[in-house]
């Protein structure tokens, strides 16, 4: 089983189809201030798989800030079942709606593992309208 993509959405779905609905995807945020919460972000895992991943497999997600620290993390069972007969891929889509927390501005990483093995991270680029204490504003930038 391989991780074909992840990323961070503001919605997605499975269609009756089967469909991947996917809306609003991001790799970045703005914040007022910090620490903070980013509400029911949405994030997206598509595997791919074949006949040899029909079973039962672990999947965790850790989240992790700017210095390395994990924030928040998670583990969860995926069961496969076989494929109809002449299917040879399989496609797996993961949709889970969290809470981001934030501390601190910077790059996150969401990390990906299968079967306690690393597949992958989804990185998030965080930005906030305050200064750190004792920085100084650019000329150009105006505080009220």
Same mark, same amino acid.
Request: charged share 15%; glycine share 10%.
């Given at each position: ?9 503001? $919605?997605? /779905?499975?269609? #009756?189809?089967?469909?991947? /609905? ?9 914040? *007022? ?6 509400? =029911? ?8 798989? *074949? #006949?040899?991943?029909?079973? !039962? ?7 992790? /800030?700017? #210095? ?6 998670? /583990? *969860? ?7 109809? @007969?002449?299917?040879?891929? !399989? ?9 981001? @927390? ?13 079967? *306690? ?5 989804? =990185?998030?680029?965080? &930005?906030?309208? !305050?200064?750190?204490?004792? $920085?100084?504003?650019?000329?150009? &930038?105006?505080?009220?």
């Amino acid at each position: 089983m391989h991780l074909s993509f992840a990323l961070f959405a503001d $919605a997605a /779905n499975i269609s #009756q189809e089967g469909k991947l /609905n996917i809306l609003g995807v991001f790799d970045a945020v703005q914040c *007022g201030s910090l620490p903070t919460i980013h509400p =029911r972000a949405h994030l997206v895992v598509r595997l791919k798989g *074949g #006949q040899e991943d029909v079973g !039962m497999h672990t999947v965790s997600l850790h989240w992790l /800030n700017p #210095q390395g620290n994990e924030l928040w993390s998670s /583990n *969860g069972e995926l069961n496969i079942g076989p494929p109809p @007969p002449g299917v040879t891929e !399989m496609d797996m889509p993961l949709i889970a709606a969290i809470d981001l @927390p934030f501390d601190a501005s910077g790059a996150y990483a969401m990390r990906i593992a299968l079967d *306690g093995e690393p597949h992958g991270e989804v =990185r998030l680029v965080v &930005r906030s309208d !305050m200064a750190p204490m004792g $920085a100084t504003l650019p000329p150009n &930038r105006l505080v009220s």
